[in-house]
């Protein structure tokens, strides 16, 4: 928990931080400071729990130690990212008490999903261990993730919260969830994720970075929102007891942004809170961070191999 605040606490800082410098230049006309700067701080708090769940599938790690703790981290990182965006979409609409409402809402959610929908569903869902996942059980558990997803969209915060919420309700230990897996992940993978990404590229205008000095700015973003995941992490895992390169590698895991990275600009740039110029900066910078992590842990893994032979 020290670990998942710690990585969110830092990039915030230094995200409100930068915003004493990019608000005069790429503010939208109308923000007032107070949104801007709480956006930013939220933007460069994000962890991509997806992206980073799929990384350590990938290669290996998830149910490792590391892997187990950098899932836990990120999970928390998400809860409390959204419900900070909802203070903030309240801030920029201005109706503080709504954002409260749906802060109290999220929490009251996340318990009841936890502590009744979970035991509901490893129930349910026991019955069908024998004769596998039938297309009433499919059908069922698409509609109970609709559902949450409509909950969670009616609450304030966005769909895709209630979908990954639901997500984790479902007991891993049965083959069905596997095999539920299984049938949605081609439709997923080849349909779905490519029609978001093509979403998000027709509404990054990288034109509009005709200068160096937006590039200079673009890397100075990369740069702050780097140190603040990586060494807020870092910091905290020594001082929980790691040794240096699992807290390294964990540190890089969280500084993974991707898909929830792109969700948030794409709110924050409907509301008007970003410019389309920052809104293709902080879209290189997720796309950046994002694609580093893979090969840094890789060039980790292999030093770690090399000092212990």
Known sequence: LAISHASIV????????????????????????????????????????????????DRGMHKTSLGSIALACAATDDV????LLALVVGVVQSNVEQAMFVTAA????????????????????????????????????LAGMLLSALATEAIGIHAIF???????CLPREQAIVA????????????????AF?????????????????????????????????FGGTLVAARLGGLSWRPAASLGILMNTRGLMELIVLGIGLDLGVISPELFAMMVIMAVVTTLATAPI????????AAAAA
């Open 179 to 194: 095999q539920l897996v299984e049938r949605i992940e081609g439709l997923v993978s080849t349909l779905l994720l490519p």
């Open 10 to 57: 830092v990039p915030f800082v230094m995200g409100a931080a930068l915003a004493l410098w990019l608000y005069p230049l790429l503010a939208p006309s109308g923000i007032s400071f107070t949104a801007f700067s709480l956006f930013l701080a939220i933007s460069m708090s994000i962890t991509a729990f997806p992206v980073l769940a799929r990384i350590l599938t």
């Open 80 to 83: 409390t990212a959204w419900c």
């Open 106 to 141: 999220t929490v009251a959610y996340i318990g009841i999903m936890m502590l009744v929908a979970r035991p509901l569903l490893k129930r349910a869902l026991a019955s069908y261990r024998v004769q596998g996942l039938s297309r009433l059980a499919f059908g069922l558990v």
């Open 297 to 304: 842990l890789s060039a980790l893994s292999a030093q770690q």
């Open 197 to 229: 990404f093509a979403f998000v590229g027709m509404r990054t205008q990288i034109g509009l970075l005709d200068q160096w000095s937006h590039w200079a700015i673009c890397l100075v973003i990369i740069a702050v929102a780097t140190a603040g995941k």
């Open 162 to 168: 209630g979908a990954f919420l639901f997500g984790a």
